[in-house]
């Protein structure tokens, strides 16, 4: 910290090294002559997302937010198809464990701010929530712009200052490159404190803001990343027997990643290119993580979660007694949407005319097969534009859970999307970014650190 002070008692609008007579690190400090250097602040926090803005609405002393689109929270609107799930009806350890076996780092913020705790914030903020029957927590009044404007005004009662359509080009660092001086925005202005949290959220949906570049302003600063890859994105097809099937949806099926993926239960819709809902989207970033690997990725999807193959053949016999006249394809219209069932009759090989009675074993074993495990090669996702999250960020051994605060650069502390954490739909991410602006701001330095 001693060449903050150093810097601090310069002039304060201008810098009179010449450029290429500086001795430091260019990274870290090269800096062009046009930039101006303003007042020092107690935290500047990068990005006014959720983590950023809960952050803020924490701080003590003098806080800056810079965001760089032109209103704070943007991701926020959009969140929950614009009604924002905001958590889980649930505890702490629930939480940590929908991230996965690694989310162990998340324990101490969530503990700090479990989700009762950022209901009653909520509430005591004018946002009283409602729980609904799959466990979703959102606003009563089902507006994520309640959400959003209860943090900005949170934020701003704290007494932070949020500068809109301020991009934050560099985090300054000490001589070093063992602490943080500040930030210099694209302007090239320079603002200096002690403490930066970045909580520029990932790459996902980067017209709601998180364009990536919060991963390069990390790594730019000696942190090391997980590569990231879209996560909760609708996946694009290998095959095209299914591309009319869009809108169609089914509500209870069960979703696996060939050869030994676990299975994921629940909504499935066919999109224009290929799959989404909630079962898919679960299973996508595993489904990324492979493809970015260059695996073949194939899906084996049960249309009707509680039907094995022997279900369905059980069915195909009773069809053959009760309704023997009658179309398999008619018949199985009565378990499945009916253009899914003749897609299915026909991938099966199974006639248009062909009636209960006349369905041998062959076809029986096909048809089952389709509709208790049918494989689906997945080409690709539907990409950043339409991620919800981003898998992989800053690596969980770059921070101290404690605090949030890089191992390697003192004051430097990372919050939300931006660390490799991620969890399905439910209201799990919002509540880690919530849980993790609040610790990043709020905790000291642990003494033995
Ligand atoms: C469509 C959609 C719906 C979602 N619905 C839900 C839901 O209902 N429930 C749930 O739990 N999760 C949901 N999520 C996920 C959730 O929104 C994110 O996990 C969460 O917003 C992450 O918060 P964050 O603050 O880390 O990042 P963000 O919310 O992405 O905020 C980061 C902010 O930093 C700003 N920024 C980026 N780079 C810079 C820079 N260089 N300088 C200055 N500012 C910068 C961005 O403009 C942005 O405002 C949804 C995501 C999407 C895309």
Redesign the pocket.
């Known amino acids: 910290m001693s060449s903050t002070r150093r810097l601090d008692s310069r002039p304060p609008h201008f810098d009179s090294r010449p450029p290429h007579l500086d001795s430091r690190p260019p990274h870290l400090d090269s800096r062009p002559p046009w930039r101006v250097e303003t007042s020092a602040f107690a935290a500047i926090i ?7 803005l809960v952050a803020a609405a924490f701080s003590t002393g003098r806080a800056l937010v ?4 032109d209103r704070p929270g ?3 609107l ?3 198809g614009g009604r ?2 905001v958590t889980h009806d649930t505890d702490a350890a629930d939480i940590v464990a929908a991230f996965g076996k690694r989310a162990r780092f998340m324990t101490d913020a969530l503990r700090r701010w479990p989700p009762a705790d950022i209901r009653r914030f909520l509430a005591d903020h004018g946002v009283p929530t409602v729980v609904e029957s799959d466990g979703c927590v959102f606003p009563a009044s089902g507006r994520a712009a309640d959400v959003r404007d209860a943090l900005v005004a949170a934020a701003r009662r704290a007494g932070a200052e949020i500068r809109c359509g ?3 080009a560099r985090i300054l660092l000490d001589e070093a490159g063992t602490a943080v001086r500040g930030v210099e925005t694209a302007c090239g202005e320079v603002l200096t404190a002690p403490r930066i949290v970045l ?3 990932g790459r ?2 980067p017209s ?4 990536g ?2 991963l390069a ?1 990390a790594r730019e600063a000696g942190l090391s990343l997980v590569p990231p890859t879209p996560a909760l994105v609708p996946l694009v097809a290998a095959e095209s027997w299914m591309s009319d099937l869009a809108g169609l949806s089914c509500p209870d099926a069960a979703v696996s990643i060939e050869p030994r993926g676990r299975a994921v239960r629940g909504p499935l819709l066919f999109t224009h290119r290929g799959l989404s809902g909630p079962a898919v989207l679960a299973l996508s970033g595993d489904v990324a993580h492979a493809l970015a690997e260059d695996s073949p990725t194939r899906l084996r999807i049960a249309f009707r979660a509680d039907w094995t193959d022997a279900d369905w053949l059980a069915a195909f016999s009773a069809w053959r007694t009760a309704h023997g006249a009658r179309l398999v394809r008619n018949l199985l219209a009565e378990a499945l949407p009916k253009a899914l069932a003749h897609r299915l009759c026909e991938r099966a090989e199974i006639g248009e005319d062909v009636v209960a009675a006349r369905l041998d074993r062959a076809a029986a074993l096909a048809l089952a097969e389709f509709c208790a495990a049918c494989p689906v090669a997945i080409a690709g996702t539907e990409g950043w534009d339409r991620a ?2 981003t898998r992989g960020g800053v690596a969980l051994s770059e921070l101290d859970p404690r605090t949030l605060e890089s191992r390697r650069v003192a004051g430097l502390r990372v ?4 660390v490799d954490l991620d969890a399905p739909c439910g ?5 880690w ?1 919530f849980a993790s602006g609040r610790l990043a701001i709020e905790a000291q330095p642990p003494f033995n650190a």
Not at 415 to 418: F, T
Not at 427 to 431: A, E, F, I, M
């Open positions: 990068v990005g006014g997302g959720a983590a950023g810079l965001e760089r689109l943007a991701k926020l959009a969140t929950g924002c799930n301020v991009k934050v909580a520029a959220g996902a949906w709601l803001g998180s364009d570049s919060g302003l919800m999250v919050a939300g999307e931006l209201g799990y991410n919002l509540t970014a």
